[in-house]
């Protein structure tokens, strides 16, 4: 069976789980469905994915605050409601704002 998820509730419940967790950060994999992975990551204010590789292919949207994107070939900043595709290269992830991603990917 499909679930229908709540996305704006799930960005609640994931960042007050972020301000509970030790180094600011919950995440669940939503979508699992191969090659297809979707998963909800919050990120407080000045947490960070520290630097790691890139699926074959992935994007994200930001559901709620402000992200830098960092890579090799460029930062980019992110907004609400913005979406962008990963660079095919190692990368992180710091929040400047607390913040709510939706975070698409295709396995190899």
Not at 17 to 45: F, K
Request: proline share 4%.
């Amino acid at each position: 069976m499909t679930t229908t998820y709540d996305l704006p509730a799930l960005a609640d419940e994931h960042l007050a789980a972020a301000h509970r967790d030790a180094h600011g950060r919950s995440a669940e994999v939503l979508v699992r469905e191969d090659p297809l992975r979707q998963s909800v990551i919050a990120l407080t204010e000045g947490s960070a994915l520290e630097e790691h590789n890139t699926p074959q292919a992935a994007t994200l949207l930001v559901l709620r605050g402000r992200v830098r994107l960092t890579a090799v070939s460029g930062d980019a900043e992110l907004a609400q409601n913005e979406l962008r595709a990963i660079p095919q290269e190692r990368h992180g992830l710091l929040a400047l704002t607390d913040a709510v991603v939706l975070l698409t990917a295709v396995m190899a």
